[in-house]
């Protein structure tokens, strides 16, 4: 039935109707039974699917259309489209919570309703979902326009984060040089949007309580569907806790000997601006100073993806053929010609990687400013996983086309780049020499490179929502923004501002996912269970055994392997039709998150950096009352 022409009226409850094109309802004499009220809900539903695939298409393209050349009108346009889309979101929403979907005896059927019966921000009323959307996009632009000046040369004031302070915070060795830029960053980013901020915090957990939950925090939640997440997640970090420590007093005695005894104090957490990364988020940046063994090969080929000439395109190029040589598909025309995967000349975008699905089933992008790195090389693969996600769901109505949960659209790009990052996969793909030895020093310095991206993260994913947790339950006061953001990061991460701060600054902000509102537990999640998906597929595609030395997990790759691609595959076609336990076992075969694969993964290395902060005789931990 074609119902954007239809006035067929569908009963929700005992005494009413709702008529499905325009939302006004009647009352009705006989009551339905329950098979009937399902069968005109699954009515109602498959015109719902079209006609919001339609809306979510429109709205993409506007704010698509923003994102990659942000200007005051294209702003404005982006706007328009979202209210209606909230028009439209909040008449759904109207139908769906008046159909008595509870007692419904189909799990299908039901589990859509569960899931669309949450209406988001959408649930305001115009004017305040108006000044929501536009506190967004103001910290956003302010973000993503923001400019700072230059060390050496005073007068440039143009320099952008990427690529350039990006370039800075990652090459530079100068204190004073990385102090510089790093303060510039956050009083020209976050510096500038705590007032919206606070306005922001207003507005979104009001619209939380107007979907009957407490704040913005249980809203986020509700896509981990557990009542004990919280505890689960604190669990999984105290489970990866004493590794990252031994890691953060290696990589700290490692800079003392760089800068110096007065500028990396002993048992005191690390300046924040020395890790070769704008947020301290990642480490990889500064291997050149805390590589064990200097004189072995690095995985780090960037100079050799230069010398082969490796363009943007080729690096996504490999990345698509890594997941069809599994057996999983490629991606259509329209992703090549719609993706913007270098940075536009003579506009302003947002360049923060992105992957997007514009909900028709054919329309798949990538917005990256991509730079030919190493780096970038696994960040194309991570995007590239949000694809293959996007093509494998898109046959599920709209309300599935999602991740089990968030972190699973993390984990699956990760989960492959681990594979890809291998020095077997490198010499397969021709950017290591395959005569280059592989003996432990050379593995030492491997794992220890992966885990500089990969612990290093973790507490900064944590404390990212843990902040936001705790501000919008109303735990922490807008009074002491800036206060608890350094506690948790002194906490957890052991590091600590360059520079005093006080609450006239908002550093949370000068992060991108706080200025654009999204989620970050997610990557925690991701970074959990990438390494569990990671080992099942190894074991599937007969690459690791566990009681096999010859075959350690950190040397997988599961390149061309269609069993592992199979497996792999059977997962993402669920998107979220089954709750994430089921998916997670659609993999790994277990179904809850254990970090126990993370630390197998790293085991080599923790049992060496145990023995070296032993013989460097640096402590472990550090002390943040000082």
């Known amino acids: 039935m074609d119902f954007s022409s239809s006035t067929t009226s569908v009963q929700i409850r005992s005494t009413t109707a709702c008529n499905v094109r325009t939302g006004e309802y009647a009352v009705l004499r006989p009551k339905r039974t329950i098979v009937e009220d399902e069968a005109l809900a699954r009515e109602y539903l498959s015109a719902h699917n079209y006609k919001s695939s339609d809306m979510c298409y429109k709205t993409n393209v506007a704010e698509w259309k923003f994102a990659s050349d942000i200007t005051d009108e294209k702003e404005r346009l982006k706007l328009e489209q979202s209210l209606v ?69 005073p007068g440039d004031c143009g320099m952008n984060l990427d690529p350039e302070i990006t370039e800075k915070m990652s090459k530079s060795r100068n204190f004073d040089e990385l102090k510089h830029v790093w303060q510039q960053w956050h009083e020209q980013s976050g510096g500038k949007m705590r007032d919206h901020y606070e306005k922001f915090v207003e507005l979104s957990n009001e619209a939380a309580r107007m979907n009957n939950f407490s704040d913005t925090g249980a809203y986020w939640l509700r896509n981990y569907e557990s009542d004990t997440f919280k505890e689960d997640i604190e669990g999984l970090w105290q489970t990866i806790k004493p590794f990252y420590l031994q890691l953060h007093a290696y990589v700290r005695a490692k800079l003392r000997a760089h800068y110096g005894e007065d500028k990396v104090p002993n048992n005191q957490p690390i300046p924040a601006h020395l890790l070769g990364n704008m947020w301290a988020q990642s480490w990889g940046n500064i291997d050149d100073l805390v590589t064990p063994y200097p004189g072995k090969t690095s995985i780090d080929v960037t100079p050799e993806m230069l010398k082969q000439g490796y363009t943007p395109k080729k690096m996504f190029e490999m990345s698509e053929e890594f997941f069809t040589s599994m057996g999983l598909l490629p991606t259509p025309p329209e992703f090549w010609s719609g993706s913007i995967i270098e940075k536009l000349v003579g506009k302003e975008m947002v360049c923060h990687a992105s992957a997007w699905d514009f909900c028709n089933g054919k329309d798949f992008r990538i917005k990256q400013c991509t730079k030919v790195t190493m780096e970038d090389f696994i960040v194309v693969h991570h995007e590239m996983g949000h694809i293959q996600y996007f093509l494998q769901y898109k046959n599920l109505p709209l309300v599935y086309r999602d991740g089990a949960n968030s972190g699973f659209h993390e984990a699956v790009g990760d989960s492959l780049a681990l594979s890809v990052q291998t020095t077997k996969h490198l010499k397969e793909i021709g950017l290591l020499d395959k005569s280059t030895p592989q003996d432990q020093e050379a593995t030492i310095n491997y794992l220890l490179a992966t885990a500089l991206e990969k612990i290093a993260f973790f507490p900064f994913a944590y404390i990212m929502d843990k902040w936001r947790w705790d501000v919008f339950d109303g735990s922490v006061k807008s009074t002491d923004y800036n206060g608890h953001w350094w506690k948790l990061r002194e906490k957890y991460q052991g590091i600590r501002s360059p520079v005093t701060r006080s609450e006239n600054d908002f550093d949370p902000g000068a992060k991108y996912h706080i200025a654009a509102n999204v989620e970050y537990i997610r990557y925690f999640v991701s970074f959990v269970i990438q390494f569990q998906f990671y080992k099942s597929l190894c074991m599937t595609a007969g690459q690791y055994d566990p009681h096999n030395p010859s075959q350690p997990l950190h040397e997988c790759d599961f390149y061309r392997n269609k069993e592992a691609g199979a497996k792999l595959g059977a997962m993402l076609t669920m998107g979220a039709s089954r709750p994430w336990p089921e998916a997670m076992r659609a993999v790994t075969g277990q179904d809850r998150m254990d970090a126990s694969a993370f630390r197998e993964y790293f085991k080599p290395l923790e049992v060496w950096l145990i023995a070296k902060n032993k013989e460097l005789g640096e402590p472990v931990g550090w002390d943040s009352d000082q």
């Open 85 to 153: 889309a909230a028009r439209f979101e909040k008449e759904a929403w109207k139908n769906i919570t008046s159909f008595n979907w509870k007692p419904f005896t189909d799990p299908d059927l039901k589990r859509k309703f569960k899931l669309l019966s949450v209406l988001g921000p959408s649930a305001l009323p115009e004017d305040k979902l108006t000044q929501y959307r536009k506190t967004i996009d103001a910290m956003e632009k302010i973000y993503s326009t923001a400019k700072i000046c230059s060390f050496t040369n």
